[in-house]
């Protein structure tokens, strides 16, 4: 039973009479659900009509290729070192991490908040008045404190804590997507220059080959030096093209090096033409391609976290009731010293109820209901671009496969143009000039094919992206 002392220093039981009128008040206050302190977010089940365009938004296989791991999708393996590295060394990636383990503690915080507050006070003093023996008192108390969450303020505070908690995780699986995404674009833009620097290096010979052949004929009278000086400078720009193809591999090594938090160094890679990546995979229904995007739902648990920031905004028109006590023991029994020392318990129940701060409540309330709109406003934007995103990465790897096939017959027909001018030039029935053209044509066509064929991987890794990449 709670106990007070009196003005005697004898300590008797006090009446808790207004102890339990706070506690039917504070029972009281639970008819108030209906002003939305105590209300859950509802998640958002449905998208805006069409987000994805007309052809995408008819019913697809449940296993949508977003729900796919990047293993299954990104199979040679030296990239699955590379990328097994990039998620281990990666310095976005170990922040990312960190920011989890922060939103973790803030939700322990949180969760520890519904428990008392003890505190451990031991105090002593020494007094002497007028030369006097001096008189020695101490008190060696534990004292508890322990808010009453009736009203929502600590419930609210942990569910926005849970909340953002699970925003980070989030956040952590965005970077992971990047990051992934990052290693592969970068890792096929190597082979991609790789393959052109190898059809550049062949031309290069080629043509080197052509300029001896064509002053041996100018020299024996057999074209002109319009003829010469035309082949020369061809040859001249397709070895500055071999230079640049050399620069911008060392460029993209670098740069694949960044990602794997390395210092620069050559990257053991395979070749363009023997990759295997998903040709046929299904994009799945709407609600089913955002399932995935962390930044979707990191967009929805921001709406989550600002409604429950609504609502403790409303909490804080209510009162705060505290309980509160104390145990331990003193000798210091009001004007007498007792020794030894008396064992000493209290216990108090406070209502703090706010009456001129109300106006600030009410600017409080009215700053987190703009907040909520506003990220309402971002989760629907955020929906919106996502459907942009999906639908010109699917555009971008349709077109790039249905060019696939017109890039190899125009190579094919190219090639069967410059060895029939090179027959015919044989015969006298053709210049020169016309089969550098044919040649110059072929090289163009070949380099063009190449960057398409990176084009086509890199839809698939865009619309990998777009969906979210698997979660895995």
Known sequence: ??????????????????????VLMSAAALTLSSCGIYK???????????LYGSELSETG???????????????????QRLIDTALVRNTDMQTAHLKVQEAEATLLSA????????NFTPQGTVSSFDTKKAVQTYSVPVAASWEIDIFGKLTNAKRQARVGYEQTKEYAQAVKTQLVAGV???????????????????TEQVWKASVDATRAMKNAGM??????????????GIRTTVLDLKEQINQAQNSLCLLLADVPHPIERGKLGGQQLPESFSAGVPIQMLSNRPDVRAAELSLARSFYGTNAARAAFYPTITLSGSAGWTNSAGGMIVNPGKFLASAVAS??????????????????????????????QTLLNAGVEVNEAIEQYQTARNKATLYEQQVASLETATRSTQLLMKHGNTTYLEVLTAQQTLLSAQ?????NRFAEIQGVITLYHALGGGRM
Do not use: C, H
């Not at 009196?6 to 006090?14: I, L, N, T």
């Open 1 to 22: 039973m709670p106990v007070s002392k009196s003005k005697a220093g004898v300590f008797k039981p006090m009446k808790i009479g207004s102890m339990k009128k706070i």
């Open 40 to 50: 859950k977010y509802q998640p958002a089940t449905s998208v805006p009509e069409g």
């Open 61 to 79: 296989d449940t296993a949508s290729f977003g729900n796919l791991s990047w293993r299954e999708v990104f199979t040679d393996p030296y990239l």
């Open 111 to 118: 969760r520890l908040s519904y428990l008392p507050s003890l």
């Open 184 to 202: 592969a674009n970068t890792y096929y833009t190597l082979l991609m220059l790789d393959a052109q620097y190898e059809i550049a290096t062949e």
């Open 223 to 236: 074209v002109t030096e319009a003829a010469l000086a035309q082949t020369e400078a061809t040859y001249y």
């Open 351 to 380: 209502l703090t109820q706010p009456l001129f701060n109300r106006a600030a409540n009410i600017a409080q309330l009215r700053i987190a209901k703009a907040q909520q709109e506003e990220a309402r406003l971002s989760f629907e």
């Open 447 to 451: 380099l063009t094919q190449v960057a």
